[in-house]
């Protein structure tokens, strides 16, 4: 457990609860980034328009610590190429065809007390931990 | 009771977008600073076999208990601050749909270490396993979308 960084990450989560209680609050959506992207590539209009802005603030975000750290961001690629390919297409589709990812379902879906995101919640880290199983232990794959 | 007129005042769609621009750059941040931003780490947690670090549990820990403590007291509103009403997910049943698409973005997470949050994030650093897998999300999300219609 060399790599354990209990600190930073509590910080960092609290970060993301407060914007989703924000975001909440202010304009009475849930801050889950895969319904946010999806509706930016779908609709039209003012729906669209929020949530490129809640996109850019994603990006701004790591030019704002680029800019303000000293430490540089980390980014350990895990896959090959093709793998990542395959990856995001998963991803891509799951997170739209499940109607959330870590952040709608995880972090809001749970502090609804939504069956549903319990479901899912429960569902894409136990399939995360057997993939990880396979592809690192079984068939010793990664980079 | 605010009225429609009072909603599309300047005053309004300011306040709105500020909050959705700050909302957005606190959620990146806390990606960042909590590590999610790094595939190797994500990795490290679903990991159990492995050299396994539990961080992510300390990510996903922090953030609902902020959300947990807030939620019920802000949706005890009529409405939020600057939107006629709160825009919730409506269905309350588990079905299929809801299971094979976790299951699939878990496959797909578990593979390349990277969620929809962290991988826009990472977007602005220009790495280009991170703009590969963006481009293949992105395509999957669209394929769903046709697929849907």
């Not at chain 1, 989703?20 to 849930?30: D, E, F, S, T, Y």
């Not at chain 1, 680029?66 to 991803?91: D, K, N």
């Not at chain 2, 270490?113 to 590969?132: E, F, H, K, Y």
Request: charged letters at 10%; one cysteine or more.
């Amino acid at each position: 457990m060399e790599n354990f960084t209990p600190v930073s990450a509590l910080i960092g989560g609290a970060f993301i609860g407060l914007s989703a209680v924000i975001m909440l609050a202010g304009n009475g959506r849930i801050a889950g980034i895969s319904g946010i992207l999806g509706g930016a590539i779908s609709s039209r209009g003012d729906e669209r328009r929020w949530r490129i802005l809640f996109l850019a603030g994603l990006l701004i975000a790591t030019l704002l610590y680029q800019f303000a750290s000293s430490s540089p961001i980390t980014i350990e690629t895990q896959a090959s190429p093709e793998l990542l390919v395959i990856a995001g297409l998963l991803v891509g589709f799951g997170t739209r065809l499940g109607s959330g990812c870590t952040s709608g379902h995880g972090i809001c879906g749970i502090a609804r007390f939504s069956k549903r995101s319990f479901a899912a919640t429960v569902t894409f880290m136990l399939f995360g931990f057997i993939t990880v199983y396979v592809t690192r232990h079984l068939l010793e794959l990664g980079v | 009771m605010s009225s429609v007129k009072e909603q599309n005042s300047h005053e309004g769609m300011f306040a709105h977008s500020a909050v959705t621009l700050v909302s957005g750059v606190l959620f990146g941040l806390g990606l960042i600073i909590s590590g999610m931003v790094n595939p190797g780490k994500v990795i490290g947690f679903l990991d159990l076999a492995g050299d396994w670090d539990p961080s992510l549990i300390f990510v996903m820990g922090g953030g609902v208990t902020v959300t947990t403590s807030t939620f019920w007291l802000v949706l005890r509103r009529e409405r939020p601050l600057f939107e006629r009403k709160f825009f919730l997910p409506t269905k309350a049943d588990l079905d299929g749909r809801l299971l094979i698409g976790a299951a699939l973005f878990g496959i797909g997470w578990g593979i390349g270490g990277l969620c929809p949050g962290p991988a826009i994030t990472a977007l602005a650093t220009l790495d280009p396993s991170v703009v590969l897998f963006v481009g293949a999300m992105l395509l999957g999300m669209v394929l769903q979308n046709l697929v849907a219609e």
